[in-house]
């Protein structure tokens, strides 16, 4: 693959992992720090897969979901009901035992040399199928029941409990499916890069995906997507200047969340923007007809 | 014999993560936000100390002190920059978890720039490193550690309790509402606790940066102190005490019987069941949210 062919499959891997980061902050309100360990924990599940049995793609990143899912069922189980800073602060403690475990099992999981020669499978045609797939799940579950019950929840807890929604069973089946989709990305990053190290699903990584989401407007998920393509293409037109970027983008969050509180589109989607022309020209379209008439 | 010397280093390790614990805790106790920047302070104070110590060879108490006021500098200008705004428009705490860490990862790639990422180490301070206590062996920075950490904690309970300040600062902590209509300055006691948070942060982090080595990430220390002040329950002052000085011991002992690379799963697992069946934490009382 040429650099720009692999530049756009590495966005769109990105953006699977912040839709679940979306589905996360902005609909739920829980504070994931530690998010970037279920792409770890993915990325491994599908790299020792792929390495020691030869088998398609679909059930490599199959095991992916599946894993991830499980691990956030665990992590979950016992913390989702608690406040969110112990939700935050305990997901930030998972992603460094994960990392940790790692680095420690190198008989299995090869410490931290990681696992090499996965196959190099992720073409960006297959990385845009998933991503619009993915995107198509999460529109879905906005829109549904549940995530209307997920937005209650994330605008007053209490208020959503005696409405007779059942809080934690909601919250913990967001975490679980957002730790499904984050695995995903991950599995999909093993079959692009061929290679997966521990080092690099630190919180800053999670950090990052969370600063992407609040640029956007947490309850935009047009918001989310565009600021999170324009922070993927940034460290490469910025390559020379590396430390800077990261700066830069701090810099930009703070001003954000101080000037504009609900992010750069607000609630804006743009379904909206289609939905105002086709107002605009049914009215235009009416007059005309009352005019005729 | 043996396990008095372990006795020994997890106290003085756990006395080190309380203080991270308590800078931690102060914060959340008044504002109700997790502060992640807390971490970031630690790292700009630790590099700052080892300039002063190592460019401008100064001897270890004035390094400590002129560190610590310029961590406690540093923790003011991040609640002015990052906080000062949002209190005052009254935002949701997510908009303070995201400010927080964003200014945490801040002064860490500040730090890296500066720096860049290479280790450094602290020049030696004592002619002496360890001495012998009776078949225990001490190390001379372990109980400098274990000195200033009393010292300082015992500072701070004096402030907490004993002055004007640490009045308001408490009152402020119960309802920040009725505070300010007790004519309490609610801008100045805030910028108050961040300083003092700083110095204890500061302290904490030239004590990291001398008994680990120097390097951008070691603010990610911070998560210990978290822990701990889970442990003992989230903004609970005495709770972070006992939280620094369990976990401090509950790793020592756990370095000594699995190996230290391992250690942060095992500390990982029993926290996760600790919080299982005590989650309000060893002190914490839970409040019960109100409408």
């Known amino acids: ?293 | 014999m043996f396990y008095l010397q372990l006795l020994l280093n997890g106290i003085s390790l756990g006395s080190v993560y309380a203080l991270i614990a308590l800078g931690f805790t102060l914060i959340y106790s008044i504002l109700k936000f997790s502060n992640f920047s807390h971490g970031g302070v630690m790292v700009v104070s630790a590099y700052i100390g080892f300039v002063f110590a190592g460019t401008l060879k100064m001897n270890f108490p004035m390094m400590l002190i002129l560190s610590a006021l310029v961590g406690g500098s540093i923790s003011c200008l991040v609640q002015f920059i990052g906080f000062e705004r949002l209190r005052k428009t009254n935002g949701s705490v997510m908009l303070y978890f995201v400010s927080s860490s964003t200014m945490g990862i801040l002064l860490q790639n500040l730090i890296a720039i500066t720096f860049s990422s290479n280790y450094y180490s602290y020049p030696m301070f004592f002619k002496k490193s360890f001495f012998q206590l009776g078949g225990i062996t001490i190390a001379v920075t372990d109980l400098m550690m274990l000195v200033i950490s009393a010292i300082s904690i015992s500072i701070l309970m004096f402030v907490l309790y004993r002055t004007r300040i640490g009045v308001s600062i408490r009152a402020l902590s119960m309802d920040s509402n009725a505070a300010k209509l007790m004519g309490i300055n609610v801008s100045l006691i805030v910028a108050m606790t961040f300083f003092i948070s700083g110095v204890l942060g500061a302290v904490s982090g030239v004590f990291c940066g001398m008994n680990y080595s120097l390097y951008p990430q070691l603010g990610n220390l911070v998560l210990k102190g978290m822990i701990a002040s889970i442990l003992g329950g989230l903004g609970n002052i005495s709770g972070a005490l006992y939280g620094g000085l369990l976990l401090g011991l509950a790793e020592i002992f756990l370095i000594n019987f699995v190996g230290s690379g391992i250690t942060p799963v095992f500390t990982f697992v029993l926290f996760i069941l600790f919080l299982m069946i005590r989650p309000q934490g060893i002190s914490g009382k839970f409040i019960s949210e109100k409408v």
């Open chain 1, 1 to 293: 693959m040429d650099f720009y062919m692999t530049l756009f499959t590495s966005i769109c891997v990105n953006l699977v992992a912040i839709l679940s980061m979306f589905m996360l902050i902005g609909l739920t309100g829980i504070f994931s720090m530690g998010q970037a360990a279920f792409m770890c924990v993915g990325a491994y599940a599908t790299g020792l897969v792929a390495v020691n049995f030869d088998i398609p793609m679909v059930f490599g990143l199959l095991i992916a979901v599946l894993v991830g899912m499980l691990f956030a069922f665990v992590v979950g189980m016992p913390v989702i009901k608690l406040r969110t800073d112990y939700v935050a602060l305990i997901t930030l403690g998972f992603g460094e035992a994960v990392v940790a475990l790692l680095n420690n099992t190198s008989n299995i999981t090869g410490g931290s040399m990681g696992i090499n020669g996965i196959p190099q499978k992720l073409t960006a045609g297959i990385a845009a199928f998933i991503l619009i797939a993915v995107l198509y799940v999460v529109i879905n579950f906005k829109n549904s029941k549940y995530g209307r019950q997920c937005i209650a929840i994330k605008n007053d807890q209490i208020s959503a409990a005696s409405m007779g929604i059942d809080v934690n069973r909601i919250k913990l089946m967001t975490f679980v499916i957002a730790g499904g989709i984050t695995a995903l990305s991950g599995g999909m990053l093993a079959y692009l890069t061929t290679y997966v190290e521990p080092m690099a699903y630190g919180s800053s990584r999670s950090i990052d995906w969370i600063s992407v989401v609040f640029i956007g407007g947490i309850n935009s998920l047009t918001g989310a997507l565009v600021s999170g393509a324009i922070f993927g293409i940034l460290p490469e037109a910025l390559r020379f200047a590396d430390a800077l970027r990261i700066v830069a983008q701090c810099v930009i969050v703070i001003l954000v969340i101080n000037f504009m509180p609900n992010g750069v589109f607000g609630g804006y989607e743009i379904t909206d923007l289609f939905k105002l022309c086709y107002k605009k020209i049914s009215s235009f379209v009416s007059k005309k007809k009352v005019k005729e008439g």
